[in-house]
């Protein structure tokens, strides 16, 4: 199974995650938790080359970074470990590719697409958690405790479409997506998200 976390900067991904691991793994679940980008070696090295700050990249080699990334990681691990019936959770996907590089830096949806496809070799989550928040709270969070990457450092009007963005994804597909208000207490968050995947996999 395959789950995926998505959202703006700030929002309270990877808390959420923590979570939720120690939930699983007290369930005696076998769980794999990767990020993107990252997560191979070249993987890695090409996060560090997207989030460095004095780096400047074109909106497509931006794009194309975050697709090179997906790929090794997608080919390397997410399908070898799907393939044997682990647990895998994803912190960002190719929803984030849609939100950031199409609905934040303007890249055509369909070309988009076809990226994307290519890049997850058809690789899709079962579910998806969205945290959603104003990008006005979101930067504050990430101004009060650390350093802007690269990314981080587009603006607000750029993470006003990017949030857009994740809406009008959430709209279109509401089978796959999970919509959580970020603002709400961490232990709520939680149970919340808890309670989803035990009524939709009660296995
Ligand atoms: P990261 O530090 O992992 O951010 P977060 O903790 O918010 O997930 O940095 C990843 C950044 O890359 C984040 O700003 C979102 C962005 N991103 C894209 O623009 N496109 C993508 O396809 C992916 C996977 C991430």
Known sequence: MLITFEGIDGAGKSTQINKLVSYLNSKNREVLTLREPGGTEVAEKIRTILLESRHEISPIGELLLFSASRVELVQQVIRPALA???????????????????????????????????????????????????????????????????????????YQHVRRGYLEMISRNKERFVCIDALLPEVTIQGQIIAFLEERFPA
């Not at 579910?127 to 690269?150: G, M, N, Q």
Request: charged share 30%; aromatic share 10%.
């Open 84 to 158: 044997v019936g682990k647990t895998v959770i994803l912190d960002r996907f190719f929803d984030s590719t849609t939100a950031y590089q199409g609905y934040g830096r303007g890249i055509d949806l369909s070309l988009l697409q076809s990226i994307i496809d290519i890049s997850t070799c058809g690789t899709v989550p079962d579910i998806t958690f969205y945290l959603d928040i104003e990008p006005e709270e979101a930067l504050h969070r990430k101004f009060e405790h650390e350093l802007l990457d690269r990314m981080e450092r587009s603006g607000l009007e750029f």
